[in-house]
């Protein structure tokens, strides 16, 4: 008597299959995805005897990953991608981004800005991300038309801006914002207070009282440059981190960007307190931060998740090259080519930002019951062959190009390296539009850029 088959939405047979809970890597395997939820992970020939699968996706010279997580960017800020170059980073941020934001920012742009950003990041198989910026509806109503998950951050800073006029404020709209989203399992939400030397005492405590109200993590940047450490101890006589500990944010729950200057002291602290950190090697180059201490954070036991931040600082929202960069400056900078190994950049690329994100139970590995949010990348090219370990290839060959297919809770949203979405020609009449709005010309009176 022939066994009954059941059925399923969708089968997924690999070459390779790096699950991420494990450093295993599962050969000629195959996933099975029913409900946007993973089924099973079998050997392919036991998948074709028990399943009758409604799609199915043969993947001969791929390696099926989870979907990539983003644990820090401002999606938006893609408009502004290379809009003020090869600048340090106060003055990149006080004499040219923040003014252009002053002039143009508006839902329309945030939304436009997003898209895009999503676009791009769904075709580097980048399935979440968590954002900080203003307008938070028109980012996760962007994030929504693509099918991406994301976590929208509630940002708090105390100057105005066209979005909103004080801490208070911002919050406040984000709160609405979030109750507007609450059905949507792709929309999460984060208290996201912009960094210490933008944020008071008294708004820190209130997110720190809306975050054990709400179960909702805080996404905060620090410790991003040495001015920023020698302003908070003429100011506070502490640094930020010592700061914001005394004041009760650091936990479980708390996501440190950047992270760059830290004393053994400080990397102790937040191990002990379960702290997160969101590593962004690229902008940390480019606006000569510095080098954040990875291998020894790994080595305390941190949890550590890869960030692009915005692309207006990278300038390009691609975890594959932050994958590779990060192994490659924690090597450099240690002296010892044994840390970061390849199977340790993929889990800070995948699970540990899920776990940041508190999202760990739900995405990040390719484990039975979590949602099938899975990214495919194709090995088969002649640039990478040959192939000995598709995990090495994954951080130090391929390259966000090499992505076939991107799934988010079992729906395809990229599909032979082409959007599932047909939205394109208007995003790129959109994008034009801003180039437009946002083109900076010579000021006549200086050798600094305006917005005209």
Same mark, same amino acid.
């Given at each position: 008597m022939t066994p009954t088959l059941e059925n399923i939405d969708l089968l997924i047979e690999a070459r390779w299959i790096a699950t991420v809970d494990t450093d295993l890597v599962l050969k000629n395997h195959a996933v099975a995805v029913n409900n946007g939820r993973i089924l099973a992970v079998l050997p392919t020939s036991e998948a074709r005897s028990r399943f009758l699968a409604a799609e199915r996706v043969t993947l001969d010279e791929h390696i099926l990953i989870p979907g990539l997580v983003n644990l820090h960017t401002h999606a938006a800020m893609t408009l502004l991608r290379g809009i003020a170059d090869d600048l340090p980073l106060r003055e990149w941020l006080q004499e040219h981004i923040w003014p252009a934001e002053a002039e143009h920012i508006s839902s329309k742009f945030v939304y436009d800005g997003t898209l895009l950003a999503c676009a791009e990041m769904l075709r580097g198989g980048i399935t979440c991300f968590n954002d900080m910026y203003f307008y938070p509806e028109a980012a996760a109503a962007a994030a929504a038309e693509y099918g +991406?998950?994301? +976590?929208? $951050? !509630? #940002?708090?800073?105390?100057?105005? #801006?066209? &979005?909103?006029?004080?801490?208070?404020? &911002? !919050?406040?709209? $984000?709160l609405a914002i979030r109750e507007m989203w609450l059905d949507n399992l792709l929309i999460g939400f984060c208290l996201a207070p912009h960094a210490p030397y933008t944020v008071s005492d008294i708004t820190f405590e209130r997110v720190l009282t809306l975050s054990e109200q709400l179960d909702l993590p805080i996404h905060c940047h620090i410790h991003e440059t040495r001015h920023e450490l020698e302003e908070s101890q003429q100011t506070y006589q502490e640094s930020p981190i010592e700061r914001l500990n005394g004041l009760g944010l650091l936990g479980p729950g708390f996501i440190g960007v950047h992270a760059v200057h830290l004393t053994e002291s400080e990397l102790e602290l937040i191990a002990a307190t379960g702290s997160s950190i969101a590593h962004c090697p690229t902008s940390n180059l480019k606006l000569a931060s510095g080098f954040a201490p990875v291998a020894r954070m790994r080595q305390l036991g941190i949890n550590v998740g890869l960030g692009t931040d915005g692309a207006a600082s990278n300038n390009r929202l691609d975890l594959f090259s932050e994958m590779r960069l990060a192994a490659l400056i924690a090597k450099g900078v240690t002296g010892d080519a044994a840390v970061l190994p390849a199977h340790e950049v993929l889990r800070m690329a995948t699970l540990n930002g899920a776990i940041a994100l508190g999202l760990g139970n739900e995405i990040g590995s390719i484990t039975p019951g979590k949602a099938a949010d899975l990214c495919a990348v194709h090995l088969g090219s002649l640039e990478t062959k040959p192939c000995f370990d598709p995990v090495s290839h994954l951080v130090h060959v391929a390259g966000r190009e090499s992505v076939s297919q991107v799934w988010v809770a079992g729906k395809c949203c990229v599909d032979n390296k082409s959007l599932a979405n047909s939205a394109q020609n208007d995003l790129d009449a959109a994008i034009a539009l801003w180039q437009n709005k946002l083109e900076f010309r010579p000021n006549t009176s200086s050798d600094v850029l305006r917005a005209d």
């Open positions: +991406m998950r994301a +976590m929208i $951050g !509630i #940002t708090a800073i105390e100057f105005p #801006t066209p &979005y909103a006029s004080d801490a208070d404020d &911002y !919050i406040n709209k $984000g």
